[in-house]
């Protein structure tokens, strides 16, 4: 039911129309209906998106999430096992996971060397030929665990906190928190996303504000020619000037604070109209990365046609991270003719690995050494990893040898803000297979984000189906070892 008269038009039914002239608008992402409020006070500008204080003093203000779709094998990159090399085509001496995903064989060695990399000594296979100079920057969690064996579930555990029900992205739980340092750009961006196993649901917003919603930038899919023109869908509008989508807008606000009722759905999605329309005034300007040195894109890869296109997305990532938005995704995967998923070697685990590594080897070594020039890398935060990591054995069949999904124990990485560096933190045990020592789940994992942003994950929490929902559920613990 409305509050107005017959006579007069419902808002929702103005909103809605006079929307339409809006090409930001189409954002599917800031267009979906949401159950929307805003419980948290001391806001410092009204709105969803003003800066929030933190419940903590921050060591960081933001996170780039270098996410690598398929499940990277921690054994064959960061977590040398020389017992696993000595024991090769032997079975495992202990039993293994109940639940697989494929038929597992014996075990299987690294094809790799590893070497002791900087001043730290942190091991990473030879299959890294440019990461070795930045690694007194990172700081390596081996023992993360307690994901779901497939893609879906695991994929949306990693960036929702849940593999079955739909929740707010880690993203957009940061962005709710903290809201955004540009009022011109959104606080959570994901870079040309993939096909994620689980959709758009990896990025959504759930039952937080839509504004909060992770918004795209570029098409799905790797390599990703869009990338080139990196654009926002919807964001220009061929039918309608700047001078009469302003004019749309005034009416809107006018029509919505006229009739007032305290309709938090509707303040929100005013909100967003009014971001997609200064986007496209302040979008174009931070994708043109025509504005970068010959140098600067040098570094990120981007005179090599093998890394020109993630070096792209990191560089991306880099602009966005000085004007303010808080959550950066950018994803790697499907570009393997062989293999559709691009880190998901169940087969060809050489080939796949090796032209994994290449393409994102010098890109990342370039993002971290230019945040660090810059100053940035001091309060950004960089995470790299996938869903899961592979196991220790060959996984059974005719193709070319490879490695089954594996989620008892595997290796992601920080970098900047407020971590440890050059260390190893959590370990797995001498084949690989189970974390044993500081265990760290996907909960844990997110506490710890929030933590380093200033957020303590118990306090960040929304009203929903008569419980305060949060992104560790009832879960998580902040792995205190890894920072500074």
Not at 44 to 61: F, Q, S
Not at 111 to 128: A, H, I, K, V, Y
Not at 216 to 242: C, H, I, M, V, W
Not at 302 to 324: H, M, Q, S
Request: charged share 20%.
């Amino acid at each position: 039911m409305w509050n107005e008269a017959p006579s007069q038009l419902p808002r929702r039914i103005a909103l809605n129309r006079v929307a339409l002239g809006f090409a930001g608008l189409a954002f599917n992402s800031l267009m979906a209906d949401t159950q929307v409020g805003d419980p948290t006070a001391g806001s410092l500008v009204p709105g969803p998106l003003a800066p929030r204080k933190p419940h903590i003093p921050p060591k960081a203000k933001r996170i780039i999430f270098l996410f690598m779709h398929g499940g990277p094998s921690h054994i064959d990159l960061f977590d040398p096992k020389p017992m696993l090399t000595r024991d090769s085509g032997r079975q495992l001496p202990f039993s293994g996971s109940r639940v697989t995903f494929a038929k597992r064989g014996n075990l299987m060695g690294s094809p790799w060397r590893f070497r002791r990399c900087g001043d730290s000594g942190l091991p990473m296979s030879e299959l890294w030929q440019h990461l070795p100079s930045v690694a007194d920057e990172l700081c390596m969690i081996h023992s993360l665990c307690e994901t779901n064996v497939s893609h879906g579930g695991a994929c949306m555990k990693m960036h929702t906190g849940d593999e079955a029900q739909l929740r707010p992205s880690v993203g957009s739980w940061i962005s709710y928190g903290l809201g955004t340092e540009n009022q011109n750009l959104p606080s959570f961006i994901t870079i040309c996303p993939t096909s994620l196993h689980g959709g758009v649901n990896n990025f959504g917003s759930a039952f937080l504000p839509a504004v909060h919603s992770g918004v795209a930038l570029g098409t799905p899919g790797y390599p990703n020619s869009a990338a080139k023109e990196a654009t926002f869908d919807f964001l220009s509008n061929s039918q309608r000037t700047s001078g009469q989508q302003k004019l749309q807008l005034d009416l809107l606000r006018r029509l919505h604070s006229e009739r007032r009722s305290g309709d938090s759905e509707l303040d929100a999605r005013l909100k967003s109209f009014e971001l997609a329309f200064r986007m496209q005034t302040s979008a174009p300007e931070a994708v043109n990365l025509s504005a970068e040195s010959q140098a600067t894109q040098a570094l990120y890869g981007l005179d090599d046609p093998v890394t020109e296109n993630f070096g792209r997305e990191c560089l991306l990532a880099r602009r966005f991270a000085e004007r303010g938005v808080r959550f950066i995704q950018v994803s790697h995967a499907h570009s393997l003719p062989f293999n559709n998923e691009q880190w998901d070697q169940h087969s060809h685990l050489v080939k796949g690995h090796s032209i994994n590594v290449r393409q994102i080897d010098k890109p990342i070594t370039g993002l971290l050494t230019d945040l660090k020039q810059r100053g940035l890398l001091e309060d950004t935060l960089v995470l790299w990893g996938g869903e899961f990591g592979r196991t220790p054995t060959v996984q059974v069949g005719n193709a070319e040898f490879g490695r089954d999904h594996h989620t008892e124990g595997f290796t992601m990485w920080l970098a900047g803000g407020g971590v440890k560096q050059g260390v190893r933190y959590g370990s797995t045990d001498e084949y690989g297979y189970y974390a044993t020592e500081n265990r760290c789940t996907i909960h844990d994992l997110h506490a710890t984000l929030l933590h380093l942003l200033g957020l303590d994950h118990t306090r960040l929490t929304w009203p929903h189906n008569g419980r305060d929902l949060r992104l560790t559920d009832v879960y998580g613990d902040v792995a205190t070892g890894v920072l500074a």
